[in-house]
């Protein structure tokens, strides 16, 4: 062989290369991934990057709630006006960029992977419904980061939250140990016993929704934002190569398809189930305030803080009553103005009539 066929080959070797690399760097990334959803929440089978930063965006949608800005992502189309989901399940897993999710709706790429939460989500469930106190949560166990409100502190209540509640949880009867096929984890292992006591939680939650099954059936929908990072502790320790992130991302999509189904069916079908995958988020989580004397205009004078007027959600239907009453009521005055203004006295009235008939009589 030619010392020009040997660089030539090698010259192709190097381009293809390259290219794999390309194309693999374009194909993998992080993932946003619709495992549940009913059918009149209408997500579209596409390639379609979703942001990070519209996550929360999109949520509120599914749930039938106003954003500030319009998401112009066509990945979600409007759905029915009278009908909504009745729980938004939100599991946000670190360490990796997919899960084998088969059974899953939809799955969209995910760019601009910047942390995000659900508080404004949240903040919307609890004012328009808070006359019934719905279910909110949002779990991080690995940084014991916990938010309750309304139903969630009677039904969570026994839930472990802390990383030695959880623990403790795990040596118990019904854990997930005697459940699941470890094979290379350890159960002495601190990052293996993490990623364990996260798949615990998941076990629980649909455990104590077990219990308390009429609370899917209320008027008010629920909320769930969970955020599992035991698979990012083990990249680290193992690498991704090693037989216990294999293990445990493969026991993770299991888990996770099965506490989608779970969930799904304890909302009697009406319910989304989103996964986002994301191998390291691109800036620390920073939270924004504002102060609520920021403001100098004073929409409401009772009120010396700004605050909006409070309303429930029978906001929307007393309206609709009140206006379109108004509109007959304004349409019969001019039909019955208009008949008696082109009314013949001699002709159409009784009144007239009986009154012409006297007189002629006397």
Known sequence: MSVTTCRR?????????ALCCLFAAGVSGDSFTVLQAPEFVSFQKGDWPVSGEKVPDVVALTMGFSVQEDLLWPGLQAGPLFQRPRANVLVVVRGVDSLALPQAVA??????????TLDSVAETVHSLFSEYTPVVLQLAPSEERLYMLGKANAVFEDLPVTLQQIRARLSQDGSVLTSLPLNSLSRNSEADLLFLSEVQVLHDITALLQRHRHLAKDFSPDLYSLELSGLEELSRLYGKDSPQYRDATAILATVLQKFGEDMYRLYGNRAVVEVVTVKTFEAPLTRKSRSILQSKQISNPDSPYN??????????????IVLWLMIALALAVIAISYNLWNMDPGYDSIIYRMTNQKIRMD
Do not use: G, H, R
């Open 307 to 320: 605050l909006a007027y409070k309303y429930n959600f029978q906001y929307a239907v007393v309206f609709n």
């Open 9 to 17: 080959m090698k010259a192709c070797f190097t381009l293809t290369l």
């Open 107 to 116: 799955s969209y790429p995910l760019e601009n992977p910047v942390p995000f």
